[in-house]
């Protein structure tokens, strides 16, 4: 099962960009979208989808399917052209041509407030005569084999005539378009129960679950009578009248012979309407309505670059420092030490990195003081040198310092008798400091540096 997909300004399905929401049915919603391509290039397209919530149900995946292949093969400037059918996170889409313009039914609603009871019968019929171009060649499409597809619109209404700034009609919303190519009779119960589109513009016929082309030409005809005038001239009544009789048969075969019947009638009434002429009719409300379509669609590409996934979720590259010259001439100092500050306010350090630079230095400081004590304690021991033998006194000194013998001449308790005397070794000599030296033959400079 798809994936449920919000649908939200600035959102993106592949590469178009939603941009509002134009309008909302049943089932789908249209929105204006930005198709974006490589150069700059841009393309304003219309984008029919499933309602998020309707997004998982077969059957209305299988109408949107139906659609796009139908009106994929329909080429006439009546008809709203199909570009493409894709699917985003599960969600069907289909991407239609852009219409500078505005649908019937707002249009006759505008009339109708600026105090004109009705719109003028020619710019009528030339509006239903242009839908009647297409409309036929939506009948006449044929399938792969070449055989008659046998399509039916089933949705023929003002809400989906469009007329565009330039007073062409275009015939949209194929939605509930069917291929009726099946023999005639009733359709079953399931078929009943499908039937869909807004209900003044059913065929009788219809309701017994038959439909054909002259099912479409009906709901036109209605179209045609509500717009004209409720006296309207005989040519134009009887036009009406066979649009929608209620025997099918007494209809005309094809929107083509329609067609030609209303521009009968133009000739007969001598209204040489034209398309200038329903653009110049219509020329004040389509140029507002452009005019506030425009301003959404700046207003919303004015917010700002669309989110692009993939680059946003790449982290960014880390700033290079500036090169040391640009075109062979030398950048100044004070200029590069800008630049690398103001890079380095722009993408501040690491802690990782903080930290190691923080413990290199203070490892350099320890350094630097043990390099200071060590050359601090060689200087101390260069100023204060060991003692040399000279500078030591000599043994015949040492008598002349000792002190006196007593005066007694007994020898002291526990002495040896004298005849020993010889036979002991004599004491060791005793190192005494020397004496300081008269002031007569002392050096002043002796002992110093």
Known sequence: ??????????????????????????????????????????????????????????????????????????EHPNVVQTFELGEH?????????????????????????????????????RVVADVCGGLHAAHEMRDANGAPA???????????????SRGISKLADFGVAKIANRAAGAASVAEMASLRGKVRYIAPE????????????????????????????????????RAVASDRER???????????????????????????????????LRERSAMR????????????????????????????????????????SRTLAVRSQLAVIAPEKPARRFARAWLVVAIAACAVVLVAGLVLFVMTRRSPAPTPESLPSASVAPAIQPPPPPSS???PGA?????????PPPPAVRRPRPPASKASHDPYEGRL
């Open 294 to 333: 425009r301003r959404r669609v700046d207003a919303t590409l004015g917010m700002g670059e669309t989110l692009d996934v993939v680059r946003d979720l790449r982290p960014p590259p880390a700033p290079s420092p500036p090169p040391a010259s640009i075109g062979g001439e030398t950048v100044p100092l």
């Open 89 to 125: 996170n599960g969600s069907l889409y289909v991407v239609m041509e852009w219409v500078e313009g505005e649908s019937l039914y707002v249009l006759w609603r505008d009339v109708e407030r600026s105090g004109h009871t009705v719109i003028p019968i020619g710019v009528t019929l």
């Open 1 to 74: 099962m798809p994936a449920q997909f919000d649908l939200v300004v600035s959102r993106r399905l592949d590469r178009y960009e939603l941009l509002y929401e134009v309008g909302r049915g049943g089932m789908g919603s249209v929105w204006a979208a930005m198709l974006r391509g490589k150069h700059g290039f841009e393309k304003l397209v219309a984008i029919k989808t499933i309602l998020p919530e309707f997004a998982a149900e077969p059957r209305f995946r299988a109408l949107l399917l139906n659609e796009a292949q139908l009106t994929a093969r329909i």
């Open 206 to 241: 219809r309701l017994s679950g038959y439909e054909d082309r002259r099912s479409d030409i009906w709901s036109l005809g209605v179209v045609l009578r509500e717009l004209l005038p409720m006296e309207m001239p005989g040519p134009c009544q009887r036009v009406v009248d």
């Open 416 to 424: 040896a008798p004298a005849g020993a005397a010889s036979s002991a």
């Open 251 to 285: 209809r005309f075969g094809t929107a083509y012979e329609l067609g030609r019947a209303i521009e009968s009638v133009m000739d007969e009434c001598q209204l040489s309407t034209t398309s200038a002429d329903v653009a110049s009719f219509f020329e004040s409300a």
């Open 410 to 412: 007994a020898p002291p």
């Open 150 to 164: 046998c399509i039916v619109h089933n949705d023929i209404s003002p809400h989906n005539i469009l007329v565009t």
